[in-house]
């Protein structure tokens, strides 16, 4: 049996005819092997012509390293007997951190020659085989010093006939193991602080004759890791390597080396290395310990891996932290991060090295745990945790209970060892690190949704959106949702009308949802609020101190006057506190949708230079036609039907002006505003958005409520509950909004009542998303929208296109509740941003800005 590990490179080697594609074809699958001959085709159209050689081993090359960055198992079909030819390959392998694996076929060039001259394709000089040859017998012994990890030689026919290749898993994929797990930090010789923090965690101390504790196991199941630097500076080294190797024995937890084991493991080996750093306390105490005892430390510290990827690949635990390229890789440099980390080269005050803050780059997907760096508190950093508090220096000793990502943790008992260096406060783990790169959002990108699958923006459009968040956007750190587009009920075919309730109730109960809630549009402007019960809650969900913020769909500050801003916020977070919203939601922010009025107070300009435009335009035009049309009539002209349809455009006209003036009304500070909220989106650890509608809609009522009763600038929303299998029922839903858009309203937004609705896809698969609302806007409201005489085009605009404006809601709406999930959930603030930042992006495609 060959063993071969999972992710490798293995290297053919052998002369022409040795039977290396034969090898390659039975034992493994056709898309693992590059040939070199398949490449010089590629090329050339000819597997034979030598002349292109240099282009087709360029190809080989490229490809290899293509497979070797996806981790995938690469074999190289070709001579390589060639020490040149195989330094190429290994460096590959080593710039990817795979291992190289040689697999060499030493048949006789007796054998090789018969073979090649039965072969009708290929015709080779008789020097070639003997010349292979002689290059192959003088490699055989020195692969291993080339940098192979594995060399298998396999002599003869029958050694190749009989051999059998065995995948072998890396020792650190762990991703079978799904725990959960409660991962350690460094422990430092505490063994005292170590037995109470397990004690805290549920485990069951085992001890032996000596009191001494050999063991722990959970009732739960629950299995420990620890991330290393288990000795040196404490007061019992020993007694914590006694505890730790017995529950690794038992399977009741998990060990990765830290650089310290790394360094006692060499000194006990007998290894010449400078004592330092806590180390002469280790070999003093593991001195006073049996022999016996010794040599298991020895061979623990010597099997221990330098990192484990867990629970699918979506956990990574090493000692001094690990970027993604290097998950499940093996080398000598991913040893060396995992063990050391990375510096900058510099040294600071202390003397000590400064180390390269790679946790504030950190874009994977994978959480990982480390230690190595004392960090006064442990917290999130871009997906990644330093649990190293400091415990040996009067810290603390701290594990984090995964995947709850709660944290755990116990005082030190004194301080065993002085720092050379006081705990930094800026250490990785106490900032969020940078929310925003541009290599976040630039180009092509695919942002996946639990909800709606990958979502796809297309290059040109996020260059529109990154423009927009450039230069006009709130900090991003703020934008933690943008809402959705809101496709419009199917084109109703009433005459007179162009859209009408009774489509959008017939479309949700062919999509099977029986219960839908009707609310009112209010006469303003979308707006998404931040409100903040205190600045500390602001700063450390999002690194900002201050009130909150209001921002538009396209994320720019609602209001330009920051005072004017705090007021609202103000009186906001007031009601709030009288209603109790915090309290009961336990949370120090809420994330609010609504509406802020009226809509002069942000589209002013708009009003100025387009509506009230064409109402100026035609209030002082239609008059005096109207005025010419009548004298001509009473000089006898017949200009009936003329006059008649001017009359029309006047109507219009006038009604146009009426309609835009609702939506206008003047405002001074905070008197006139009115904000309207319409969903309670988010607080601290829960994703409110996918409540049912009900329920947020009673939130706001509470917080309309303890608005201030004197000046109130909260407005409830009005609803109200349609049955789209009862007929009366949606009959009472067309009355209602027949009294509102009569009464001069927008119209109203029909939802299901459960939020979040999916249609039925048969077999047990889930359906895809149904609109989350369809807007059903009043015809006298559509005027503003589609001009003053829209009403005697109604054919016309009917056969407008819904398709890409539904695919657009439902494609943000995903994208929306996908940022509020990762917000909910802790994620790194780069990660919530990224889904807000596709909906803007989305937003610049090509659609009818009328629907």
Partial sequence: MLPVTDVSLVVLIGTSGAGKSSFARKHFMPTQVISSDYCRGLVSDDENDQSASAEAFDLLHYIVGKRLAAGRLTVVDATNVQAEARKQLIKIARDHDVLPIAIVLDIPPGICAERNRTRPDRQLPAHVIPRQNRELRRSLRGLEREGFRKVHVLRGEAEVEAAEIVTEKRWNDLRHLTGPFDIVGDIHGCRS???????????????????????????????????????????????????????????????????????????????????????????????AEPEEFRAEVRAFMRGLVSHYLLDGGKLVVCHAGLPERYHGRTSGRVRSHALYGDTTGETDE???????????????????????????????????????????FGGSLTALRYPERELVGVEAEQEWYAPVRPMRTDAPGAREGRPLDLSDVAGRRVVETTLHGRVAVREENAAAALEVMSRFALDPRLLAYLPP????????????????????????????????????????????????????????????????????????????????????????????ERAGLFEELKTGWLLLDAELMPWSLKAVELLRRQYAAVGAAAGAALPQVLAALDRAAGRGLDLGELTERQRRRAADAEAFTEAYRRYCWPTEGLSGIRLAPFQVLAAEGTNLAVRPHDEHLGWIDRLVAADDPDAPILQTTGRLLVDTSDDASMEAGIAWWERLTTDGGEGMVVKPLSSLARGTAGEGRPGGLIQPGVKVRGREYLRIIYGPDYTRYLDQLRQRFLGHKRSLALREYALGLEALDRLAGGEPLWRVHEPVFAVLALESEPVDPRL
């Fill in 350 to 392: 202390y003397g000590l090295p400064v180390r390269y803050p790679w946790a504030e780059e950190y874009r994977g997907n994978a959480l990982v745990v480390y230690g190595h760096t004392p960090v006064p508190t442990a917290s999130f950093l871009n997906n990644t945790i330093c649990l190293d508090t400091g415990c040996v």
């Fill in 485 to 576: 587009t809101m496709a419009p009920s199917a084109t109703s075919r009433r005459p007179g009308y162009l859209e009408h309730p009774e489509e959008a109730f017939f479309a949700y109960r062919n999509d099977g949802v029986q219960h839908v809630i009707c609310e009112e549009k209010h006469m303003g402007s979308r707006a998404v609020v931040l409100l903040a019960r205190d600045g500390d809650a602001l700063e450390r969900r999002f690194g900002v101190r201050g009130q909150g913020a209001i921002w538009t769909r396209t994320g720019r500050a609602f209001l330009t006057d920051d005072q004017l801003t705090n007021a609202v916020l103000g009186r906001v977070r007031a009601a709030a």
């Fill in 193 to 287: 602080e170590l037995e109470t923090l397990l004690t805290r965690l549920g485990y069951t101390l085992t001890r032996d004759a000596e009191g001494r504790p050999i063991d722990a196991g959970h009732p739960a199941g629950r299995t420990a890791v620890f991330v290393g630097d288990l000795v040196d500076r404490g007061p019992d080294t020993p007694g914590v390597l006694r505890l730790v190797m017995g529950m690794v024995a038992a399977g009741h937890a998990l060990c990765v080396p830290g650089n310290h084991e790394n360094k006692l493991g060499r000194a006990m080996d007998g290894r010449k290395v400078t004592v330092s750093h806590g180390l002469q306390e280790s070999l003093d105490q593991l001195a």
